[in-house]
């Protein structure tokens, strides 16, 4: 959303409507901490800067890992095997919240999914 706002899409007005709140995973958080200190996401910034300042910027709320979560992924379908992508399924339907995603192959779940 922040470092290639061109893989929006048309997803750019649903996520830019004050009328839609957005949750942002903890799971989102650690993803970017590893692809960064791999190499694989540049920033301006460390990861434990960069993300807690973004979230503030854009108002978005952070929801944090709770058990359930985790323990809900054992409940999914071997659709798709990363295990951020599985935990991410796993909170949006424990908070009954689409999931905003490229990857299409989350239509595989029961989750609904927003795409660009």
């Known amino acids: 959303m ?4 061109s893989r929006l899409g048309s997803l ?7 009328a839609n709140a957005l949750l942002f995973s903890a ?3 650690w993803e970017i901490a590893i692809k960064h200190a791999l190499g694989r996401l540049p920033l301006p910034e460390p990861p434990a ?4 300042s973004r979230i503030r910027a854009t ?9 359930t979560h985790a323990l809900g992924v ?11 992508d599985r935990l ?25 999914i ?3």
């Open 2 to 5: 922040l470092t290639d706002p």
């Open 12 to 18: 750019r007005p649903w996520l830019e409507d004050e």
């Open 27 to 29: 799971a989102s958080s």
């Open 49 to 52: 800067s960069f993300v807690p």
């Open 59 to 67: 108002g978005v709320t952070p929801i944090a890992i709770e058990h």
């Open 74 to 84: 054992a409940s999914l379908p071997r659709h798709h095997h990363d295990p951020f």
């Open 88 to 112: 991410l399924v796993a909170q949006a339907l424990a908070y009954d919240v689409p999931l905003a995603t490229a990857d299409a192959a989350l239509k595989t779940y029961d989750v609904r």
């Open 114 to 116: 927003l795409t660009p």
